[in-house]
């Protein structure tokens, strides 16, 4: 990191000598951090323009994150965040020989960019802190594969890597922690509010089963549902068809950032550990254009069936409806698989078929009713980290 002396002036560099030992510094821009931070000081509007993306961990410097989160107390208290307000609370910081702290704040004010760029300025530093995690977890991927114990299968490995990717994918951090139950509450009246806008007035997701969406107000987010039922029950096919009509309903807006909010139905993940894609599509088929399954599979069908199945299959077509037919796979696979297709294509429901074919993923001998275990708690909190509904089919016997 620059030497706070590098800090007082935006523009000093110092020079490696040539001799100097070569090394790499992690990637970090203090003048857009200083830039930034001046802005604020000068225009506390250009905190609201970084306030929802940018957090005091994405500063380099110790300094600047407790300047910037100062800044953010003061501001969202209602208070003005300046130079003359801030170094109250900073005299306890130790600058250099002939540099107060008033005086760099001031230098910070003074060199300020415009509001007008506070948000690109704001993103720079964010994405330099996302670079920052990104080589963290590189270097332990390296460490933890050089020193890895005997009991821990690289599988592992890769799996505790793509989870913390996956975190700084969607939030630039792979930490959790306690939030405000004030930030609950406003997700809970945002909830209340979507659902009194939508149509059926429902705060889930509609599962085209009316009687079952009075009951529930449609499949919640973050929940974990379990269809228990004996072989033969229609456990299946209650599960196609609620991820059919979730497919079908699917409808967005797109936001600013050119993501796609989801309005109304959602894009459906369905693990099918029993039957093949094959299989579940000609059920689906069935489900939906009224033709037995069994006269599709024998090839007993008139023109109007033909017609009938022509139009539901080209219905299926155009859904965001995603099918993994792999068999035997564990939780983790599971999840990993969930998390990259959240990624990669977006996640509103996911249907797993059924619960006894899920492996654990613990390498130790132990019962089937532990590993069970295993597999709801992850299934648990992997609906809490995508905060997806996920109905999960469970056979009796």
Known sequence: MPPIEQLAGRRAFQVAQPDAPAYRAPPH???????????????????????????????????????FELAAQLIRAGKLATVVTLKTFLADIELPAGVTIQAYLARLAAEATTIINAED????????????????????????????????PPRAQIEEAERQLYSIAETGRYDGGFQRFAEALTTALDMASSAYMRDGHLSGVATGLLDLDEKMGGLQKSDLIIVAGRPGMGKTALATNIAFNVARAYQFEAEPDGTHKTINGGIVGFFSLEMSAEQ?????????????????????????????????????????????????????????????????????????????????????????????????????ALSKELNVPIIALSQLS
Not at 121 to 148: E, K
Not at 326 to 342: D, F, M, N, P, V
């Open 121 to 152: 300025y704001g993103r720079t530093v964010h994405d330099l802190a996302v670079r920052r995690d990104l080589i963290v977890i590189g270097q332990d991927i390296v460490n933890t594969a050089y020193d890895s114990p005997i009991d821990s």
């Open 29 to 67: 821009n203090i003048e857009a951090e200083q830039a930034l931070l001046g802005a604020i000081l000068v225009n506390n509007d250009a905190f609201d323009r970084v306030s929802d993306f940018l957090k005091p961990e994405h500063f380099s410097e110790d300094l600047h994150r407790r300047i």
């Open 280 to 380: 579940l599509a000609t059920r689906v088929i069935a489900e939906q254009s009224g033709v037995p399954s069994y006269k599709i599979r024998r090839g007993d069908i008139n023109e109007d069936d033909f017609r009938r199945i022509a139009d539901a299959a080209r219905e299926m077509q155009s859904i965001p409806f995603y099918i993994d037919q792999s068999g035997g796979i564990s939780i983790a696979q599971l999840t990993a698989r969930a998390r990259r297709l959240k990624r990669q294509k977006g996640l509103d429901l996911l249907v797993v078929d059924y619960l006894q074919l899920l492996a654990g993923s613990r390498s130790r001998n132990e019962n089937r009713v532990q590993e069970l275990t295993e597999i709801t708690t992850g299934l648990k």
